[in-house]
């Protein structure tokens, strides 16, 4: 296994447990499980439950102290921890930038210690700059000038670097606040569309693991795996009362967290630019499913509702009565979509696709509908899940 031949690889966690010197219990028990390659798998669990400790076996900053963990079928134990540690992306809460190194060089960290030439290094970082949406003037700031978001992309960029088989993740978003950490949650979904790396990421928050993971390890005190599933059939079916509570009395809700905004029946609204004839507008306005008008530029890009006032002359203004807010980003589960209308008060927002164009609108009616239908497809959806029952 070479960093640069390999973009992706299974993990195969086997037996798995460490026994720290000198302590009373175990921190991880047993544990296996498998990943497939290119999928994300989650690790979620209270507090002290093992998660980190699962988590640096598998590139073994922690030494395991039986069982085996195969990445790509081969055993971690076989050949050279600085290696193991060099080619697996690892991305940490505190993000751990150097803070006397640039952006660049931060994110050249294992090129450079894999001693690729200087063109090549930042050849890689700008390209990763702009994988992770920085512009290439950000590699030459130093990591206290980005915010605290930006500094959490690096950290992922750096991670990405080597185009490790195995990228892991702990916590990356826990010290990002809640509206930073659900964009770079999409963000880094996105990411994953692209670059299919397998990847373990710890959290402790169930609704990250919930929305992150196409695998869910629960684990509880003691490193006890108490689940392993998808994001539905934890929901649907917790194995037992530890999962059911870890999980939450509002499952229903969390359902909405499965499902992405472009991934509904969106409704559609009158469309208008700015020196349109107003009078067809008012026509399409009074048949129309929202029964507002939208304002878009020439890309098809939302600026606001055009209100009655503003289509009462002969042509439809350049500049709308309201401006369009919120605007719910496509990728976004339906959950944050719900959280966005109802916190601007709201019945309706129109969505958009990763460059601002419109793609329909969502409402509160279109969410209360799928949750009433998700009730009654709860045994179809079970029953597709479980490919083995
Ligand atoms: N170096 C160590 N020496 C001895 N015990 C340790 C060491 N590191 C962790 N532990 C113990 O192992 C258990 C698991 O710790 P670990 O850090 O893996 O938990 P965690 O699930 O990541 O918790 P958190 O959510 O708080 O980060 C805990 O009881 C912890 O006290
Ligand atoms: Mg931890």
Known sequence: MTAESV????????????????????????????????????????????????????????????????????????????????????????????????????????????????????????????LIGL?????????????????????????????????????????????????????????????????????????EAIKMGDRVAVLKKGGHLAQYATPTELLMEPADDFVEDFVGADRALKRLALMRVRDVDLWTAPLAQAGDPAEPVRTAVAAAEVPHALLVDAENRPLGWLSARDLDGEQVPATPDSVADPLIDADSVLRDGLASLLQSGSLYAPVVDARGRLAGVLSVEIVSDFLASDEASESELTAAERPHD
């Not at 460490?18 to 991880?28: F, L």
């Not at 999928?39 to 598998?58: D, F, H, N, Q, W």
């Not at 990356?172 to 990847?199: C, H, M, W, Y």
Request: aromatic share 6%.
């Open 7 to 130: 973009s992706a690889s299974p993990v195969r966690f086997d037996s798995v447990t460490k026994r720290y010197p000198g302590a009373d219990s175990v921190a991880v028990e047993e544990l296996s499980f498998e990943v497939p390659a290119g999928e994300i798998c989650v690790l979620v669990g209270p507090s002290g439950c093992g998660k980190t400790t699962a988590l640096r076996m598998v590139n073994r900053t922690v030494e395991m102290t039986s069982g085996d963990i195969l990445i790509g079928g081969r055993s971690v134990k076989e050949g050279d921890p600085a290696r193991l540690r060099r080619e697996i992306g690892y991305v940490i809460q505190q993000i751990g930038l150097f803070p006397h190194r640039t952006i660049s060089q931060n994110i050249g960290t294992v090129p450079a210690l894999l001693g690729w030439d200087k063109e090549r290094i930042a050849a890689r970082a700008a390209e990763l700059l702009e």
């Open 135 to 207: 512009d290439p003037e950000y590699g030459d700031r130093y990591p206290a000038q980005l915010s605290g978001g930006q500094q959490q992309r690096v950290g992922v960029a750096r991670a990405l670097a080597v185009d490790p088989p195995v990228m892991l993740m702990d916590e990356p978003f826990g010290a990002i606040d809640p509206i930073n950490r659900s964009r770079l949650q999409n963000e880094f979904l996105r990411l994953q569309a692209e670059l299919k790396k397998t990847v373990l990421f710890v959290t402790h928050d169930v609704d």
